[in-house]
């Protein structure tokens, strides 16, 4: 599966910003699907999950209530709705693909700049 983050830009202190990852795959539906952030100096780190059938799997602890995760199977997409940005949410955003207790086909991130 091959994804491709995009969406990504700058915007102020509780400004909103949609992400989008499209998968070239053919088999998108059957994956559960999840988002990452990476900051600079800093490792990766798990921001939401979806399952394959478009339930919510979890979001970590500091986006919850803020950023929704979705997911449009037709269009091979997975989304990542951000509102209330704080300055801590600058990363470089990822689309990984679940694959048993892991993820895996990282695509290309979209840098999510907020600025205060």
């Known amino acids: 599966v091959q994804l491709q983050a995009s969406g990504g830009g700058l915007v102020q202190a509780g400004g909103s910003l949609r992400l989008s990852c499209v998968s070239s795959?053919?088999?998108?539906?059957?994956?559960?699907m999840g988002w990452f952030r990476q900051a600079p100096g800093k490792e990766r780190e798990f921001v939401a999950a979806?399952?394959?059938?478009?339930?919510?799997?979890g979001y970590r602890d500091s986006v919850k209530g803020r950023f929704t995760i979705s997911r449009d199977n037709a269009k091979s997409a997975v989304y990542l709705q951000m509102n209330l940005l704080k300055p801590e949410d600058t990363a470089v955003y990822y689309c990984?693909?679940?694959?048993?207790?892991?993820?895996?086909?990282w695509g290309q991130g979209t840098q999510v700049t907020v600025s205060s």
């Open positions: 979806i399952t394959w059938r478009g339930v919510t799997a």
């Open positions: 990984a693909v679940r694959k048993g207790s892991s993820y895996g086909d």
């Open positions: 795959g053919r088999t998108f539906s059957n994956y559960d």
